[in-house]
């Protein structure tokens, strides 16, 4: 038996997965898991600030049955990468052999990260969007930039508002789309980029009211991305309907956290789970003019998956990266 472990770098990643690789596997394991056929316990997070370290890390375990890939995401924030020219981000996927725990292989996983991240608002739109014309969104970092290139792959847009504390971010942001179908508007408040949108996105750092509810239309799609609470309490209370990703997950963080800590909102509070409506278990929008909101908070089993692929689309092609046998 083969003891040998994979070491798989950033460049072969970008080399072999793409967009449309992580949308279709964001979709299909998102289906798998409403089907059941995905085990993910919750993620754990490991907070150092207490003892010194300003940084964390989440642990994301997950096994995979259709595509037999087990896994565990590794990923956390460093306060101390800015100053070393690393990204605030770091992550890494392990792949192990389902039946003997056999290493399979370590993965710089930053850009798979990165995929997964954009694709979820992607599917999560055009899914549960009444129309996807006007497309806000607030934090013009890496992230959001991921979020729209995906969501320009799946959804017909014709305006895309920037709201951002940096119009220079704003610049950059723009300056990485070539010749894109829509048009861009920098705007001067988050006020100004969310009356009248159809799609609002927060992909933040913030711990702030950066969403009121009194500038969300009738029809209109919220989500938020950020690790901490992005609007105000009303645009959870006063939601048709609320969505999410994963139900566990959404009570213990983002931006339904607090809510959640005061008792307002349980896991009976959610009325669309995104991976049953897939599986087709439940119902995603009901009407045109009924306003959605939805905490995407962001799955283990999606990096594990994309990690499976990329080793399967490797053997597809021959490729043989790096090995280290863990057995010596």
Partial sequence: MDTRTMVIGEETVRRYLTVEDAIDCVEKTWRWYGEGRV????????????????????????????????????????????ALGLPFIKATVLITDSRTGLLRAVINGDYINDLRTGAQPAIMA??????????????TGLQGYMSLLCMSRVLDIKEVRLSDISEEAMDRF????????????????????????????????????????????PGALLMTMGSYRETSFDCVRRADRIATDQVGQSLHRGNL????????????????????????????????????????????????????????????????????????
């Fill in 126 to 139: 055009r899914m549960l969007a009444a129309c996807t014309d006007v497309i806000t969104i607030i934090g």
């Fill in 39 to 82: 085990v993910m316990p919750n993620k754990i997070t490991t907070d150092m600030s207490g003892l010194g370290v300003p940084s964390w890390f989440n642990s994301m375990p997950a096994y995979i049955g259709p595509t037999d890939t087990a896994g565990i995401k590794v990923v956390g924030g460093y306060e101390g990468n800015k």
């Fill in 257 to 328: 956290k607090e809510l959640a800590e005061m008792g307002e909102i349980t896991a009976e509070s959610f009325d669309i789970v995104v991976p049953d409506v897939l599986a087709g278990k439940s119902e995603g929008r009901r009407t045109p003019r009924e306003y959605i909101y939805a905490q995407i908070i962001g799955t283990g089993m999606l990096d594990v998956a994309l990690g499976g692929l990329l080793l399967q689309k490797l053997k597809d092609a021959g490729e043989t990266p790096a090995l280290f046998d863990m057995a010596k």
């Fill in 174 to 217: 723009i300056a990485r789309f070539d010749s894109p179908a829509f048009c861009f508007v920098k705007c001067a408040s988050n006020e100004e980029a969310c009356r009248g949108s159809d799609v609002i996105i927060t992909v933040t750092n913030a711990n702030a009211d950066l969403v009121e509810r009194e500038w969300i239309k």
